[in-house]
């Protein structure tokens, strides 16, 4: 389809340079006959007054026609090479615009069918278990109220999983077209919110800020940043493992690193874990949290608003870390931690 497009796009680009090109050429043309015939008349006039020689079988005016239609054979030659290397030089020019023009929007169109691909078949999953279970428990005929307690749980459970990844796709889509109202939040602040709000022995989550970092963004929107990082480093770390969070000043940045031990991610995979619907390996999808790889791409989403930067390494079987640098208010009123 973009192909064709693109061939499209090119030929009205051809058509457009051409027909100026053309018309151009026939507008130079008729002055410069103009230019030559009144030179030619010049010149029979001065040849006449001077007696000049003319050769046999020639008089003055059929030596001016036959000049006058030399010179117009010569002008046309010229036109035509110069339209020829328009014509060539113009068509891969406007296929080279063209192309251009639409590499975004194919891109684009790509990525909106890979995701709508993604979200069908993670939509397929939980349905096709609902209704495997439904169907099972409405053919045995046998089955007890605790049998049908199980099913409804598990139901539920599928029910839950479909809210959550409603959620996230809902929450994507915004930021897609989203515009966010910033101004200064205490990224320190936020984070020690979020910390609160999972629970966690103390011991589990340390937070390791000396001063309070005040950065330019959203703190609803920050706040669901710092809880998707925070709540990926538990999902995807042994349990009762450390987690370190260290918030500091780094090139007038507000730097926030994140770190938790685990199997870690493949070199070849880090470039591809904040693309949506990716995970991975198996290991960060199994298990009781198992997730649709949608958190990291929202998280990306947010940064990307803040005019902020967010980047993964990892150690295989070791550490995972996550960085985030968001610009700082100009003149940050920071308070030292009590």
Do not use: C
Not at 131 to 144: H, P, Q, Y
């Amino acid at each position: 389809m973009f192909r064709s497009a693109t061939i499209r796009l090119t030929g009205w680009y051809l058509l457009i340079l051409m027909s100026l090109s053309i018309i151009f050429s026939v507008v130079i043309y008729n002055m410069t006959s103009s230019e030559v015939e009144m030179r030619l008349e010049r010149f029979q006039t001065s040849f006449q007054q001077s007696r000049g020689f003319i050769p046999p079988n020639m008089t003055p005016a059929s030596l001016i026609d036959d000049e006058l239609a030399k010179s117009e054979s010569n002008i046309l030659i010229e036109l035509f090479y110069a339209n020829l290397f328009i014509l060539i030089t113009g068509g891969f020019a406007s296929y080279y615009l063209a192309r251009n023009h639409l590499l975004p929007i194919e891109k684009a169109h790509e990525a909106q069918s890979r995701f709508t691909s993604d979200a069908s078949h993670e939509l397929r999953t939980p349905l096709a278990v609902m209704k495997t279970e439904i169907e099972v428990a409405l053919r045995d005929k046998t089955t007890s109220i605790d049998s049908l307690k199980d099913t409804l749980i598990s139901n539920l459970e599928e029910v839950d999983k479909l809210t959550k990844l409603a959620e996230m796709l809902l929450n994507l889509s915004r930021m897609d077209s989203a515009k966010l109202d910033l101004g200064p939040v205490s990224l320190t602040k936020v984070a020690k919110s979020i910390i609160n709000d999972f629970n966690q022995p103390k011991s589990r989550i340390t937070l390791n800020s000396k001063k309070q970092q005040i950065v330019i963004g959203n703190e609803m929107a920050l706040a669901d940043l710092v809880k998707i990082l925070i709540d990926n480093a538990l999902q995807y770390s042994p349990k009762n493992s450390q987690i370190t969070i260290n918030i500091s000043n780094h090139d007038n940045q507000a730097k926030f690193e994140i770190t938790n031990s685990g199997s870690g991610i493949q070199a070849d995979k880090l470039a591809h874990i904040f693309d949506r619907f990716y995970r991975a390996d198996s290991s960060r999808t199994t298990g009781e949290h198992k997730g649709y790889g949608l958190g990291l791409a929202l998280a990306k989403k947010i940064v990307e608003l803040h005019n902020g930067e967010l980047t993964a390494s990892s150690i295989p079987d070791e550490t995972t870390t996550f960085t985030l640098t968001l610009p700082i208010q100009s003149q940050p009123q920071a308070k030292t931690q009590n």
